[in-house]
């Protein structure tokens, strides 16, 4: 074949140079989709699982509910969510595996994605109708045995990169965390687990009679002790929490047909 006497020669050489410089990509940095499909940060079928939209969880994470009233005709409590707290979906199949990738693999690329996808839920949380001020974004502390072994906070890093998707900026001070782990624990244990855990410290310079508001930021969702206890220690110090957002939530009363599983799917598997 002779490109040089085709009318289209530069877009073929072209589309044939990028092709073969993809490929030696592929060959000396290979990439992968958290589900093994090569040539992806996130394959087609992963990326949809974890496009969002970002949906509601507060309600079915037991920590963050609160009794507000009880009804006597029927001996019932009536109870409500501390703020609300959005999340991309729940923790499982594919959305699972792109935030382990995230969290684990030191996958920045894919977190960059899942922060991209989990941004409106910020805009939704600091409308301007919302009766909040301006909202710095906070992730939750890692505990100290998780930042040894990752070598890197990636809860930190989701805020940065959600307060560069949405022009926001990082809260003037920091929770720190005595790093109690709530594995293996139900939810009255983790609550019990994680009261006392967190403190606030307020960066130098900090104008405290000004009112703070902060969005919480955090990986996984499980059952709410942890936003619980940063909002307790936050509200104690004259900080306002409007509200959190995750990744996923590792709940069983969250269900969402679009989030697939693919475990039984081996045309990917490497």
């Excluded at 409500?80 to 707290?85: D, S």
């Excluded at 729940?90 to 995230?102: D, P």
């Excluded at 909040?132 to 990169?161: C, M």
Aim: proline share 6%; hydrophobic share 45%.
């Amino acid at each position: 074949m002779c490109w040089a006497r085709s009318s289209n020669s530069g877009r073929v050489v072209s589309d044939f140079g990028i092709a073969a410089l993809v490929s030696l990509r592929q060959i000396i940095l290979p990439c992968y989709c958290p589900c093994g499909a090569p040539g992806y940060v996130l394959c087609p079928e992963c990326k949809r699982a974890c496009d969002g939209p970002p949906w509601h969880a507060e309600g079915a994470a037991p920590a963050l509910n609160v009794v507000v009233s009880a009804r006597v005709a029927d001996n019932s409590l009536v109870s409500a969510p501390l703020f609300p707290v959005y999340v991309l979906g729940a923790y499982t199949g594919r959305l699972r595996a792109a935030v382990l990738a995230a969290k684990n693999g030191r996958q920045w690329a894919v977190l960059n994605l899942l922060a991209r996808s989990l941004a409106p839920a910020l805009s939704e949380l600091m409308r301007p109708d919302s009766g909040a001020g301006e909202a710095f974004l906070l992730p939750v502390p890692s505990r100290p045995e998780n930042l040894l072994r990752r070598g890197e906070d990636q809860v930190l890093a989701l805020a940065r990169l959600l307060a560069r998707e949405t022009g926001s900026g990082l809260a003037p001070l920091r929770l720190l965390s005595r790093g109690m782990s709530g594995r293996g624990k139900r939810s009255r244990e983790r609550r019990a687990n994680r009261h006392g855990s967190m403190r606030v410290f307020f960066l130098p310079r900090v104008d405290k009679t000004r009112s703070l508001w902060v969005v919480l930021v955090d990986d996984v969702l499980t059952t709410g002790a942890t936003l619980a206890e940063a909002h307790r220690v936050l509200t104690k110090a004259g900080v306002n929490v409007v509200g959190a957002v995750c990744l996923a939530a590792s709940l069983t009363g969250l269900e969402n047909p679009a989030r697939e599983d693919y475990s039984s799917d081996t045309s990917h598997k490497r």
